[in-house]
């Protein structure tokens, strides 16, 4: 009985591995990624967004994922993200944010660029930035039933993910449910249904415990260990206290040995950093395919082994408990 029982377990940890080996976020078929640009409209705050929306091939409704750019970046920024995650079958929206975006430094001189950046990562910037997420998914909303529109019925609204880094991660926390003053101002965007975080950060006034505590959907953060930043003095081991304060959410991480803030970014026809680049792909289409999509494979391979499979063995990967115990929302 216990050679049968030994064998019937073997059988069936070599059927979860196979399974695993059998998905592939790397992979994306071979067809033409259409990348096309539109102007949201937010008449209440007389405020205009740039956007560049990527679209898979299928004509079906397609998951939506947001990204927000960092201070000084566009909607033009990290094509690798735009074009892998389309080709994986999600339609992904890039907003540029006016007054932290690249018109901050474009037109100064050398000298004063830095501290054109450092004004522009202001508290009214961030307030602006939340306030964008909201009226975007609004603009999606209308395109989306408006008959004559480029994105007409090509968006699935019932399941939106958020992405952003570096102070793109910020606004993606405040849209996921962090909290400011002492939790009792919330800009949670109800709509998102799951977040990925570039170089996050943990809040600069107040209680990282008390600010996260109310983040409840699913997140997968990255950083690096020289993902440093001289605006903000963000250091990379202050980028560490995010992950251990989402209590109620579940929640994974990478950190990339050697990995600087810029690695996860790619600016337009520049190659970016491959080493990194194959896993930050792999990892976040896995995290989309299981928590936007319910795949239950692609849960299997990030909860498995083989989300170490693309990374190094000095890389750490890691996910608290709400993770392992792979609850998707």
């Avoid at 990527?54 to 566009?74: N, Q």
């Avoid at 430094?105 to 602006?128: H, I, T, V």
């Avoid at 009226?135 to 968006?155: F, T, Y």
């Avoid at 930043?229 to 994974?252: C, M, Y």
Wanted: proline letters at 6%.
């Amino acid at each position: 009985m216990k050679s049968i029982a030994a064998w019937i377990f073997a059988m069936i940890a070599a059927a979860g591995l196979a399974s695993a080996a059998a998905y592939d976020p790397i992979k994306v078929p071979d067809a033409k990624i259409d990348s096309q640009t539109f102007e949201v409209k937010d008449a209440k705050r007389d405020r205009s967004l740039p956007v560049r929306v990527y679209l898979p091939a299928s004509k079906k409704p397609a998951p939506v994922i947001l990204f927000s750019h960092g201070l000084g970046g566009s909607r033009d920024n990290s094509p690798y993200l735009g074009n892998h995650w389309a080709g994986r079958g999600y339609a992904v929206v890039f907003v540029q944010h006016l007054g932290s975006d690249e018109s901050v430094w474009k037109d100064a001189a050398g000298p004063e660029r830095m501290a054109a950046m450092r004004k522009a990562a202001s508290l009214e910037n961030y307030r602006a930035r939340v306030g964008d997420i909201p009226a975007v998914i609004d603009a999606l909303a209308g395109w989306n039933a408006e008959e004559k529109h480029a994105l007409h019925g090509r968006l699935d609204l019932e399941h939106i993910g958020m992405s952003g880094h570096s102070f793109g991660a910020q606004t993606t926390q405040a849209m996921a449910g962090q909290s400011a003053a002492a939790g009792r101002v919330s800009f949670a965007e109800q709509r998102i249904d799951a977040a990925v975080m570039f170089s996050p950060s943990p809040p600069r006034v107040g209680d990282a415990a008390t600010s996260f505590a109310s983040v409840k959907i699913p997140c997968l953060l990255m950083t690096g260990t020289l993902d440093d930043s001289p605006i903000g003095n963000t250091s990379p081991e202050s980028r560490l206290d995010v992950f251990p304060h989402l209590k109620q959410a579940a929640a994974w991480q990478v950190v990339f040995d050697k990995a600087t803030h810029m690695d996860f970014g790619q600016r337009p026809g520049k190659v970016g950093s491959p080493r990194y680049h194959r896993a930050i792909l792999a990892l976040s289409t896995a995290f989309w395919d299981a928590e936007l999509k319910g795949d239950k494979e692609a849960k299997t391979w990030l909860n498995g082994p083989g989300a170490k499979s693309v990374l190094i063995a000095e890389d750490k990967w890691e996910m608290n408990p709400q993770a392992k115990a792979g609850a998707i929302k």
